[in-house]
């Protein structure tokens, strides 16, 4: 059996103190905070985390979702998924956040997963969370059994000769096309990261999965001021209606000035190794008329890149038929 302790820090900076202790913030932390707990204490029955210390940073002053003085709006680190998609301001102004967190897991779930363990939840990955079988995100330089194994769920972005992992969130992917920026309290203080460049791609370090350092407390999320007037949409697409992670999803949020598109942003879920914001599909797109012929040439250039696997070649023509379906669903909303 596992042996850990466990303990409840008073205020942030207690818990950075015992966190910095840590040797790093990745796999293999023996130092890691507790929030909800699905993605932690579910490793840990399958020895795949084993820390020594667990911090509950639950008592912590991060459950509120507040105003952002000139706009935008504040997402403290422990606001339940729940709370957050079913948040007035959320569902009103950005909806492509309420849309994926509800298209996620299932609502026990979302009543105990925050949004700081949903940012840093793990693939799911069937080798990552088997310790009888090799895996280099887990035990870097094991080898990666994946590449030549069962690859269907994998990644088709952004994947190395190192690790084909999709990153799981549905969230993340809606704050990427939100351009979200992640606030962290650490030993050097406090830092202000976009989104886009909190997450690592594998490349020959996979089990090192996001920018954060040992001490490292994300404390809150700020999403920008709304785009007024834009339409938003997340599709996922999986292989249930329910509790299931995404083949391919597309986060849209889309405004039409007379008949061409004037403001994009596009994120990919499923398909990446990180959350896949679509520069390319967003440069197609703008200033372009808003229908099927635009909206196919984008889809073509979000995946140009795309790699597949010997089990996951569909997932190419699937993202790319779920991008022109929530960017149609989009304009037809
Ligand atoms: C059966 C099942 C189905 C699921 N389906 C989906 C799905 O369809 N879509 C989807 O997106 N997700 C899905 N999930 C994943 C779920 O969204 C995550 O487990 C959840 O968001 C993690 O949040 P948590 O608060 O429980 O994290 P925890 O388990 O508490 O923590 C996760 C990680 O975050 C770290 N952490 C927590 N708080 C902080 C902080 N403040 N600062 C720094 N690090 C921190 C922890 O140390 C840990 O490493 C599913 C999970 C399960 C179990
Ligand atoms: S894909 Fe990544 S997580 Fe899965 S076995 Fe390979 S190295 Fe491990």
């Not at 030993?187 to 954060?212: K, N």
């Not at 070649?313 to 304009?331: D, G, N, S, Y």
Request: charge should be positive; glycine fraction near 8%; hydrophobic fraction near 40%.
């Amino acid at each position: 059996m596992h042996i850990f302790e466990f303990t409840r820090p008073a205020d942030p900076a207690a818990a950075i103190n015992v966190a910095a202790q840590s040797k790093t913030a990745q796999q293999g932390a023996d130092v890691r905070f507790l929030g909800g707990g699905t993605t932690l204490i579910d490793l840990m029955k399958l020895n795949v985390e084993t820390p020594t210390r667990v911090l509950d940073i639950n008592r912590l002053p991060f459950g509120k979702v507040e105003d952002v003085p000139g706009g935008g709006l504040k997402i403290g680190a422990a606001v339940r998924n729940s709370d957050l998609a079913n948040h007035a301001k959320v569902q009103r102004d950005y909806s492509v956040l309420s849309q994926a967190i509800l298209s996620g897991a299932s609502g026990q779930i979302r009543n105990m997963a925050t949004t700081a363990g949903n940012l840093v939840q793990r693939t799911r990955c069937v080798y990552f969370r088997d310790t009888a079988m090799p895996c280099n995100k887990r035990e870097p330089g094991s080898g990666c059994p994946a590449i030549t194994g069962s690859n269907r769920t994998m990644a088709v972005l952004g994947a190395s000769d190192h690790c084909i992992a999709t990153n799981p969130s549905d969230m993340c992917v809606a704050m990427a096309a939100l351009e979200a920026v992640i606030h962290v309290q650490g030993p050097q203080g406090t830092r202000a990261i976009p989104i886009g460049d909190f997450h690592l791609l594998p490349g020959d370090t996979p089990s090192r999965e996001t920018v954060l350092e040992p001490g490292d407390l994300i404390t809150h999320v700020t999403l920008p001021a709304p785009i007024a007037g834009s339409k938003q949409v997340y599709l996922k697409l999986r292989d249930r209606a329910s509790y299931e992670f995404a083949l391919a999803s597309a986060a849209v949020v889309m405004k039409v000035d007379g008949d061409n598109i004037s403001y994009i942003r596009i994120a990919l879920g499923g398909v990446g190794t990180k959350p896949w914001r679509s520069l390319e599909a967003e440069a197609a797109l703008t200033g372009e008329p808003a229908n099927a012929a635009s909206f196919r040439k984008a889809a073509d250039a979000a995946l140009r890149d795309a790699k597949p696997q010997s089990e996951n070649k569909f997932k190419i023509e699937l993202a790319k038929r779920c991008l022109v379906h929530a960017l149609q669903t989009a304009v037809n909303g």
